[in-house]
């Protein structure tokens, strides 16, 4: 695993997925926007999915993903993980800008994202 920081997140880069933490008082906008597409393009040849690890009410902005997700087809998943009531209501519809072709899903802790996530690309690669 590497991990990237930028001024509003670190990423953790594993081999298969993105884990995603972004820092309370963030403000992702264009410039971590192109970051993120820098890192995703170097490193992720094949398929690979992104867990949203909220631990607070930041995350990537809706817009920005939509635009990575049309840009990468090999983007098959996305995660997230939401610890706290008030932000699981907030967060629900999110997954509705997500195309019919990433599978989204919303968990209760980070271990149950990544088994998820790992599982959705096992399964994909075992298609081919």
């Not at 597409?37 to 690890?53: A, C, E």
């Not at 800008?97 to 088994?115: E, H, T, Y």
Request: aromatic share 16%; glycine share 4%; hydrophobic share 35%.
């Amino acid at each position: 695993m590497n991990s990237v920081t930028s001024k509003n997140a670190v990423y953790k880069l594993y081999d298969s997925y993105v884990e995603a933490t972004y820092f309370e008082g963030s403000d992702p906008g264009i410039d971590e926007a192109v970051f993120i597409y820098q890192f995703l393009s170097k490193h992720y040849k094949s398929n690979f999915g992104w867990i949203s690890n909220r631990i607070n009410s930041y995350s990537s902005h809706q817009i920005f993903v939509k635009a990575l997700l049309e840009d990468f087809s090999n983007f098959k998943c996305v995660a997230w993980v939401t610890y706290h009531d008030d932000l699981k209501k907030r967060i629900s519809p999110m997954p509705g800008f997500v195309p019919g072709r990433v599978m989204s899903k919303q968990f209760d802790n980070l271990d149950q994202a990544i088994n998820w996530v790992q599982q959705v690309l096992e399964d994909l690669n075992n298609e081919r």
